[in-house]
């Protein structure tokens, strides 16, 4: 990598500036491609659940911009390891794995196995159940701006069972969702509300809420495993750039080598169900 680095010279008693460009070489530190591994099953609640997909891909250096990362010609089944029940996911030729014969259960546990280039990789994840969304309001009372709009999000959390949930809000203009992590240690059995309200922040382009925003939501279960990789993940996001947060750590997911642990890959098997609803300011 070549970066330019402009150094000024003023010359005193006189109007002219002189500009000297040096070029300064940069050995940029290149980790080897690891295998990336996005198998996040979504079993939206009241459907079937059959169709899912999985995708894979090797990492790339962060300056390189080729999108030729996609794997072929992998092996990719998620076994239940209650019945033992087999799922075959079919390679379309681009990076993903689909198949429409998946058969979630609740409770049950499942193990993803993926074997690429000679090398096994496994993961181990359980569906719980996820509750209804009870309403969808909103107020400005509750946020830190009293005159921004906010989002209500209210659920009854379920007894007897540990739940945790992850929360996407997606304003239908927006590229990304903002991600909100939970469990009921303090709402266990009780109606949970999840606030929202959006600020105006000049330096990431964000504006506040305004009548006729469109709000996608979407309330998943998760495992506690997950609900913990998400919360550092999240976390970790959120405090780019704070002077006193915590050094940024690659955070490993649940995919283990089996034959080499070291090369692990990037990514995680997930399993959720999760309920969907929408809302628009008036």
Same mark, same amino acid.
């Given at each position: 990598m070549r970066t330019l680095v402009k150094n000024i010279c003023i010359v005193v !008693?006189?109007? %002219?500036? @002189?500009?000297?460009?040096? @070029?300064?070489?940069?050995?940029?530190?290149?980790? #080897?491609?690891?295998? @990336?591994? =996005?198998a996040s099953l979504d079993w939206e609640k009241g459907t079937d659940g059959k169709e899912q997909a999985i995708k894979l891909s090797m990492s790339n250096p962060y300056f390189d911009t080729s999108e030729n990362n996609k794997v072929v010609g992998?092996?990719?089944?998620?076994?239940?390891?209650?019945? &033992?029940?087999?799922?075959?996911?079919?390679?379309?030729?681009? !990076?993903?794995?689909t198949t429409a014969e998946f058969n979630p259960v609740l409770n049950q546990s499942y193990t993803l196995t993926i074997i690429n280039k000679g090398e096994t990789y496994t993961a181990i994840e359980t569906f719980s159940s996820v509750p209804d969304i009870e309403e969808v309001y &909103?107020?400005? =009372?509750?946020?830190?701006? +009293?005159?921004? %709009?906010?989002?209500?999000?209210?659920? $009854?959390?379920?007894?007897?069972? @540990?739940?945790?949930?992850?929360? +996407?809000? $997606?304003?239908?203009?927006?590229?990304?969702p903002q991600l909100f992590y939970g469990s009921d240690d303090f709402t266990d059995g009780n109606l949970s509300t999840i606030i929202y309200e959006r600020l105006e922040d000049e330096d990431n382009n964000q504006k506040e809420f305004k009548s006729e925003d469109v709000?996608?939501?979407?309330?998943?279960?998760v495992s506690e495993r997950y609900y913990n990789y998400m919360r550092l993940l999240i976390d970790q996001y959120d405090n780019v750039g704070n002077p006193f947060s915590a050094t #940024?750590?690659?955070? +490993?997911?649940?995919?283990?080598?089996?034959?080499?642990?070291?090369?692990?890959?990037f990514g995680y098997f997930r399993l959720t169900q999760v309920v969907k609803s929408n809302f628009t300011f008036e």
């Open positions: !008693g006189s109007i %002219l500036v @002189v500009s000297c460009t040096d @070029v300064i070489n940069v050995e940029v530190p290149v980790a #080897p491609p690891r295998l @990336v591994i =996005e992998a092996s990719v089944k998620i076994i239940n390891n209650e019945n &033992q029940s087999e799922t075959l996911f079919v390679d379309q030729n681009n !990076g993903f794995y &909103q107020t400005t =009372e509750k946020g830190v701006d +009293k005159d921004a %709009l906010e989002v209500n999000i209210v659920f $009854k959390d379920p007894l007897p069972q @540990v739940n945790f949930y992850l929360l +996407k809000v $997606k304003e239908q203009a927006d590229l990304l709000l996608d939501i979407k309330l998943h279960s #940024p750590v690659p955070l +490993k997911g649940n995919c283990i080598n089996q034959e080499n642990p070291e090369n692990y890959a």
